[in-house]
């Protein structure tokens, strides 16, 4: 799954300030149920702040949020939704720019024989997701791969150009950069079924010192 402005960015920061794990809600509705069961977790949603909600769906905003051992919950347009769309398959990757290399080593060290990128913006269309998707794919295989273009691409994409202009709600300045961060993390992101509900953690990070 591959959504690079703005949800699995947001998704890797999440973790990169400490979240133990992020809840894929299907709807705000589910969203806000959760976090009405579940005080102490984190809910964020795309657009403006609303009641109910901690924060918003902008990785120059999470960023220096103080996530320690909490729990996420995050309801998207595009990427949650499309995590959850696909949800029966054998391994769910979440990504973006900023944790390709971790998913493309990922994908190398399973051997998996098929893979299938889901491009989620705009409707498959965004050019930001489908440079992504394809630049993973060409680091799967082991190929040396520039990844300028593939950045440039994202950089002039519908998506960097409505954020960049402040068109989006609920948007940081920094934010069309930050998701261009070529891999600023060292883990990928695996979305699975845990009991009812879709959860996203980090493989293959670090451990703390």
Known sequence: MIDVMRA???AAWAFDRGA???????SLDEALA???????????KDGAPA?????????GLLRTSDLGGRTVVQKTTAGTTGALAVREASLVLCAGFVVAE?????????????VTFV??????????????AQYIARRATGAETDPAGFLRRAAASRAAAEL??????????????????????PFAMVAAPEDSLMVLRPYGAPSPP
């Open 8 to 10: 699995f960015t947001v």
């Open 20 to 26: 133990e794990k992020i809840v894929l809600a299907r």
């Open 34 to 44: 959760l976090k009405s069961r579940h005080p102490d977790w984190v809910a964020l």
């Open 51 to 59: 009641p109910g909600f901690d924060t918003v769906n902008s990785p």
């Open 102 to 114: 971790a998913t493309a080593r990922l994908l190398r060290a399973r051997g998996c024989d098929s």
């Open 119 to 132: 491009v989620t913006g705009e409707d498959g269309r965004a050019d930001e997701d489908l440079a992504c």
């Open 164 to 185: 960049a202009r402040g068109v989006r709600e609920g948007a940081h300045p920094d934010d069309v950069a930050l998701c261009l961060e070529l891999d600023r993390f």
